[in-house]
């Protein structure tokens, strides 16, 4: 499954952005990750097909929301008030496979990420 995320860019503090990623294939979930430079990739949110359950980071919870549209293997993730630490390079990732989907390594696909840049 290829995946491609777009909607990245240049936002001042407390605006909004939202992301989209489009996958090539059918998937079972699929999932935002977020990696600021020199820190660690982190879980952002995931949407499971099945039952639409979905999940959002501690960092981001009342803040973002990720929703989708399984017909079409596209996700969103609408990002509100958004701060400087959510500065990164934001990567969406589908998996195929049951796991700890707060893990990078249960997605099995990424794409090739989109930069969110937040100013104070």
């Known amino acids: 499954v290829q995946l491609q995320a777009s909607g990245g860019g240049l936002v001042q503090a407390g605006g909004s952005l939202r992301l989209s990623c489009a996958a090539s294939?059918?998937?079972?979930?699929m999932g935002w990750f977020r990696q600021a430079p020199g820190k660690e990739r982190e879980f952002v949110a995931r949407?499971?097909?099945?039952?639409?359950?979905?999940a959002c980071g501690n960092s981001v919870k009342g803040r973002f929301a990720i929703s989708g549209d399984s017909a079409k293997n596209t996700v969103y993730l609408q990002m509100n008030s958004l701060k400087p630490e959510d500065t990164a390079v934001y990567y969406c990732a589908a998996a195929h496979f049951r796991g700890d989907y707060a893990l990078p390594n249960t997605f099995g696909s990424w794409g090739p990420g989109t930069l969110v840049t937040v100013s104070s």
């Open positions: 294939g059918s998937t079972d979930v």
């Open positions: 949407i499971n097909w099945s039952g639409v359950q979905t």
